[in-house]
Nanobody, 123 residues
């Protein structure tokens, strides 16, 4: 069973940066597309960024383009999300997820989820 654990959340000022990491255990991530999602209070869980199993393709939500960068290290069994130029509207719980179906923005493509890490951006 693949297990995912996120870290790196916290409080950051608007305009600042934060790097989230997600480490997998129990199974190699080599055969999975990986994604980052976020969920603000009272809102649905939204796609932020995704990366193919090889790392050769990435996909970003419009809200993340130009500010966030997703990367993966299959040797370390981990995926990262570098977030720059953070805005108060980026405040949410961020989740990493793994999909055996390939890269895509739909939450239903992803079978494995971490517990989430809170990112709070102050204005």
């Amino acid at each position: 069973q693949l297990q995912l654990v996120e870290s790196g959340g916290g409080l950051v000022q608007a305009g600042g940066s934060r790097r989230l990491s997600c480490v997998a255990s129990g199974h190699t991530i080599n055969n999975y597309a990986l994604g980052w999602f976020r969920q603000a209070p009272g809102k649905e869980r939204d796609f932020v960024a995704g990366i193919s199993w090889s790392g050769g393709r990435t996909y970003y939500a419009d809200s993340a383009k130009g500010r966030f960068t997703i990367s993966r290290d299959n040797a370390k069994n981990m995926v990262n999300l570098q977030m720059n130029g953070l805005k108060p509207e980026d405040t949410a719980v961020y989740y990493c997820a793994a999909s055996p179906r390939g890269l895509g923005p739909d939450v239903y493509w992803y079978d494995y989820w971490g517990q989430g890490t809170q990112v709070t951006v102050s204005s």
